[in-house]
Structures are given as structure tokens and as C-alpha cells.
């Protein structure tokens, strides 16, 4: 009897502040501020997303009017044939390929050596663990074209120029990545652990079979933050590839399109419309566990 005394009133108390909640909802005043913050939200989404819109119409212009006076949004014809005519231009498919070879490679790398390295510095205990890793959180504030030239040399070194190691490997090994991991596995409740230990389960048994599976959204959102950091890489693969053709990547081949006769606008807008449906792919499909991703690793993984 004295617990139904104790919850009735919690209940009937949580269903009073939710009438009311909803009650607050539905003064004028409430349900102006929420059509100014949609009014709001669509106007930003549509100034952030009107250089795209530009670009897809310029991808359908002539070329001779791409720079007509006055400017306009739509061409006198839409040309579709120049999608098609992206791949005859040159090797663009090579680009592709090359792009899904070092992107999808490059992320499975960033992905276990992140993943393994956020375990060892958030879940075990071991000397020196934290000024290691302030060590390595310090190679953050490292501007990365400062690296450009002795990497170049290490890749001479190892005579993997113009190869897809050098493409990857280099940056493989990001503090990013790390601390993104360390601060959600710091997260995820000691107990599971110990209880796996009890059952005589090691670290890395713990690692593969209760971490991991816990930490699904926080994958997501490294591999796509990963991917699309390798997908739009342009200054590393072209100052370390030899043969464009051969190895050459996507944002590589979109400066491909201006020659010493002049630019190919309207197939550059289109190579650079086929180049980003691959990222707007992964991200709509990652959706969901990039925004839970984001979320639980600001708050630690909690």
C-alpha cells in the first residue's frame, strides 16, 4: 500500500508537468518563436545550400555561358550530356576508383589503429599514460602543410612516391581519431569490464566483444569524418603522386579540367557534382548514428 501512495502521485506529478509543457506550447507567443526558429532554419539551410544548387545548374549551362552578363541560374539548354561527357574528358573514372581505393582504405586504417589506441589510453592503466597522451594530443596544434616536406622525404625514403601507401599511411596515425575514441570508451561503465574479467575475459577479449559493440555510433562517426577527409584531400596527393593518370584522386582530377586552352566549366562543375554523391550517400545513410555519435561523445559516452 505505501508504495502505491509513494508512486501514484510521482506519476500523476510527471503527467501534470508535461500538461503543462505542452499547454506552454500552445500560447501565441510560444507558437510564434517556433515559426521564427523554423522561418530561421530554413533560411540558413537555404544559403548554405544555394552554392550547391549553383553549381548542379552550372553543371547543365553551355560553357560559353557560364559567365554571361547578367548572370543567370539556368542556361538557354540544360545539357545533361555533360555528366557523360566528364568521363570522356579524361581518365575521370580513374579518379573515382582511386578516391574509393584510398578513402575505404584509409578509414579501415584510421579506424583499428584509433579505435586500439583510445582503448589502451581510456581504459587501461598503465605508466605514464597521461603525459603520453598529452604528447600526442600536442601533434593537434602541428599545422599540417608544416609536415609536407619531411613526409615527402619519408616516402622517398621508403620509395613509395606515386604508390597508395603514401596516399594513406601518413596520415593514418591522427590524434583526432584517438581522442574521439578515448573520450567515449572513458564513458562506457567500468562494471562491464570487470564483470567480463570475472568470466575470464583479457583486455582485448573485453576490447573486441563489449567495447566495440558499445561504441557503434562513435565508429560512425570516425569512419565518415575519416572518409570525407580522404575523399577531399588535395594538397598531399598532389604534391606526392607522379603519374595523375595512373594514381591520381578526385580533387586532383577536378584541376585536370583547366588547360592551357582554358576550362572546361561546365565539365568541372559536373566532375565536382558526380564527386560529392558518394559523401552525401554515406552521410544520409550514417544519419541517425552520427547525430547519437556526436552527442554521447561530448558528453563522454554517457
Not at 115 to 135: E, I
Not at 249 to 277: E, K, Y
Amino acid at each position: 500500500m505505501s508504495t502505491e501512495t509513494l508512486v501514484r502521485p510521482t506519476g500523476r506529478a510527471g503527467r501534470t508537468e508535461r500538461e503543462r509543457a505542452r499547454g506552454a506550447a500552445t500560447t501565441p507567443g510560444a507558437r510564434a518563436r517556433l515559426i521564427l526558429a523554423h522561418v530561421g532554419i530554413y533560411v540558413a539551410a537555404l544559403i548554405f545550400i544555394s552554392p550547391l544548387i549553383y553549381a548542379f545548374f552550372s553543371a547543365l549551362k553551355p560553357n560559353a555561358e557560364m559567365f554571361s552578363m547578367p548572370p543567370t541560374l539556368v542556361g538557354s539548354e540544360l545539357r545533361w550530356s555533360n555528366f557523360v561527357d566528364v568521363f570522356a574528358y579524361g581518365p575521370f573514372l580513374t579518379y573515382i576508383m582511386n578516391s574509393f581505393i584510398v578513402a575505404i582504405g584509409g578509414t579501415l586504417v584510421v579506424l583499428v589503429v584509433s579505435t586500439t589506441a583510445g582503448y589502451a589510453f581510456g581504459r587501461l592503466r598503465w605508466k605514464g599514460r597521461d603525459a603520453v597522451f598529452v604528447l600526442f594530443l600536442a601533434t593537434l596544434m602541428v599545422p599540417a602543410e608544416v609536415l609536407v616536406i619531411p613526409m615527402f622525404q619519408v616516402m622517398q625514403w621508403f620509395s613509395w612516391v606515386d604508390t597508395y601507401q603514401a596516399l594513406i599511411l601518413p596520415f593514418a596515425f591522427g590524434a583526432f581519431g584517438t581522442f574521439l575514441m578515448r573520450q567515449f570508451f572513458r564513458g562506457i561503465p567500468y562494471e562491464l569490464e570487470e564483470a567480463a574479467r570475472v568470466d575470464g575475459a583479457g583486455p582485448v577479449r573485453s576490447f573486441l566483444q563489449i567495447i566495440l559493440p558499445l561504441s557503434k555510433s562513435a565508429v560512425a562517426v570516425l569512419a565518415v569524418f575519416t572518409f570525407l577527409s580522404f575523399w577531399n584531400s588535395y594538397l598531399w596527393p598532389l604534391i606526392v603522386t607522379v603519374d595523375y593518370n595512373a594514381h591520381g584522386t578526385l580533387p586532383v582530377g577536378l584541376a585536370s579540367f583547366a588547360g592551357l586552352t582554358g576550362t572546361r566549366w561546365d565539365l568541372q562543375m559536373a566532375a565536382a557534382i558526380i564527386s560529392m554523391v558518394p559523401t552525401t550517400i554515406l552521410v544520409i545513410v550514417l544519419q541517425k548514428h552520427l547525430v547519437k555519435g556526436i552527442a554521447m561523445a561530448g558528453l563522454g559516452g554517457r
